[in-house]
């Protein structure tokens, strides 16, 4: 079955920077496009960030453009998130998620992990 | 970017009642509407896509219906595990948007 697992999540001051990863089994992960999803403490759902299954296709929510960075090692099936300057409002739990396509064309997602938790704060 | 309106926030419940959820989209989506359910302190389940095609193993009480803007999840019989928050999502255009979400509860 498939299996998503995220980690790299912590306490981390306004500025810093953090990298995610998450590590996919159960599932041809060079086929799929790979999608982070967060969602801030009490809020609901926002999609931040997809790659496309070769990686040649990524695209971000306008508010992390040019501080989070999504990347993908299909030798090692793997996706990363590289958040920069992190804010306050960047506090979320992050969830990988699979999209049901190659990530070239927007598409839901059917299968998330269990989340990691981000913390901006001095 | 679309804008998802989904409504009621919140729902009360009765076990066995029908529940109807409903979603707006600010423009047309076709029929790229997916639901989910997440229950507190799990991630989401993708429960519906396509506006209508239930997803793996989700249960026959769970319909989704609408085209273009207007669409609602409906719960024909609820059961205990079904109280929970349902979000919509378009997946039309970029970036993918979801609604804040309603809550179902007892």
């Known amino acids: 079955q498939v299996q998503l697992v995220e980690s790299g999540g912590g306490v981390v001051q306004p500025g810093r920077s953090l990298r995610l990863s998450c590590a996919a089994s159960?599932?041809?992960?060079?086929?799929?496009?790979m999608h982070w999803v967060r969602q801030a403490p009490g809020k609901g759902l926002e999609w931040v960030a997809v790659?496309?299954?070769?990686?040649?296709?990524?695209y971000y929510t306008d508010s992390v453009k040019g501080r989070f960075t999504i990347s993908r090692d299909n030798s090692k099936d793997t996706m990363n998130l590289q958040m920069n300057s992190l804010r306050a409002e960047d506090t979320a739990v992050y969830y990988c998620?699979?999209?049901?396509?190659?990530?070239?064309?927007?598409?839901?997602?059917?299968?998330w992990g269990q989340g990691t938790l981000v913390t901006v704060s001095s | 970017e679309i804008v998802m309106t989904q409504s009621p926030a919140t729902l009360s419940v009765s076990p066995g009642e029908r529940a109807t959820l409903s979603c707006r989209a600010s423009?047309?989506?076709?029929?790229?509407l997916a639901w989910y359910q997440q229950k507190p302190g799990q991630a989401p389940r993708l429960l519906l896509y396509?506006?209508?095609t239930r997803a793996t193993d989700i249960p026959a009480r769970f319909s989704g219906s609408g085209s273009e803007t207007e669409f609602t999840l409906t719960i024909s019989s609820l059961q205990s595990e079904d109280f929970a928050v349902y979000y919509c999502?378009?997946?039309?255009?970029?970036?993918?948007?979801f609604g804040l979400g309603t809550r179902v509860e007892i």
């Open positions: 998620a699979k999209g049901e396509g190659s990530g070239w064309h927007s598409e839901h997602l059917d299968n």
């Open positions: 159960g599932f041809t992960f060079s086929s799929y496009g």
């Open positions: 790659i496309s299954y070769d990686g040649s296709n990524k």
């Open positions: 423009q047309s989506v076709s029929d790229n």
């Open positions: 396509g506006a209508s």
């Open positions: 999502q378009q997946y039309d255009n970029w970036p993918q948007t």
